[in-house]
């Protein structure tokens, strides 16, 4: 394949995987690839080029957004409050995609065997982010005198992230939460306090 062809066969591809994301959040469930050819105006075939599934597509999706959290924690691994705030507000800000993806994600384990390597590819990417952020985050236990470990507390942030984005994204509870950005910066300090911290005062 020629330099030309192979860097529009990319630029394609991304094209594809944006509009995918796209029609996934704006339908907030499930897509068919043909609604999604409808939508770039190619045939369904030229889709199957690119991803041999529309499984394939979905953790391809979820690959890109971890790279993205992945360029959030090199950006911001000098300062672990800024860290957590970027990280829990690119979740928070986007709840529905933050869910959807995880959802997805949990069925694809549960129910996809043939996309082995592309798993293993999500799940190096996101030891890529721990090791990124690992000295900071050890550095900021420490200075707490935190007995929780890294992974722990990155599991921690994370689960207080993704409650807050179900929280976020609830429309009985959008109802009745009053201020959006003063519950959002409620559970950004409340992940900078590790969970033994919090019990000990």
């Known amino acids: 394949m020629s330099s030309v062809r192979q860097q529009n066969f990319i630029l394609r591809k991304e094209k594809i995987l944006a509009m995918a994301e796209t029609l996934l959040l ?28 529309k499984n394939q597509l979905y953790l391809e999706l979820i690959i ?9 924690s090199k950006k911001y691994n000098h300062d672990i409050k800024t860290y957590v705030s970027q990280y829990m507000l690119y979740n928070m800000l986007n709840s ?10 949990e069925r694809l384990t549960n ?9 293993e590819e999500l ?13 900071m985050t050890s550095d900021y236990l420490k200075s707490l005198d935190s007995a929780m470990s890294i992974r722990d507390y990155l599991s921690y942030i994370w689960t207080v992230t993704y409650g807050a984005s179900l929280l976020l994204n609830s429309t009985h509870y959008q109802k009745s939460i009053g201020s959006r950005e003063r519950l959002i910066k409620l559970y950004i300090n409340q992940a900078l306090m590790t969970p033994d911290k919090i019990s000990a005062v």
């Open 26 to 53: 704006d339908n907030n469930q499930d897509i068919t690839l043909s609604e999604l050819a409808c939508e770039l105006d190619i045939a369904k075939g030229t889709i199957y080029k690119h991803f041999k599934s």
């Open 64 to 72: 890109l957004n971890e790279k993205r959290l992945l360029e959030i």
């Open 96 to 105: 529905n995609r933050t869910i959807l993806l995880h959802v997805i994600e």
């Open 111 to 119: 129910n996809e065997r043939k996309l082995k390597e592309l798993f």
């Open 123 to 135: 799940y190096r990417v996101r030891e890529e982010r721990i090791i990124v952020i690992k000295d």
